[in-house]
């Protein structure tokens, strides 16, 4: 399964996209919620198996490692 990184800024696109394309089983899907809660609970509500919503990443090596 090859993992896609979301990293889109609108919460009404990210929902959107999410929603749509969350039922595609070939793709797991990382959300960069960033420090918005507010999307980060929603995605996490969707309970995808293919979907994780993730927040505030810090350590460039650790973002890194998401697209590798």
Do not use: W
Not at 1 to 28: E, Q, Y
Not at 30 to 55: D, E, F, H, P, S
């Amino acid at each position: 399964m090859r993992p896609l990184i979301l990293s889109i800024n609108l919460l009404r696109i990210r929902l959107h996209i999410v929603t749509k394309i969350g039922n595609n089983k070939n793709f797991h899907f990382y959300v960069l919620c960033g420090t918005n809660q507010t999307l980060y609970q929603r995605i996490a509500k969707l309970k995808k198996n293919n979907i994780t919503a993730m927040g505030y990443i810090d350590s460039r090596e650790k973002m890194n490692a998401l697209y590798d």
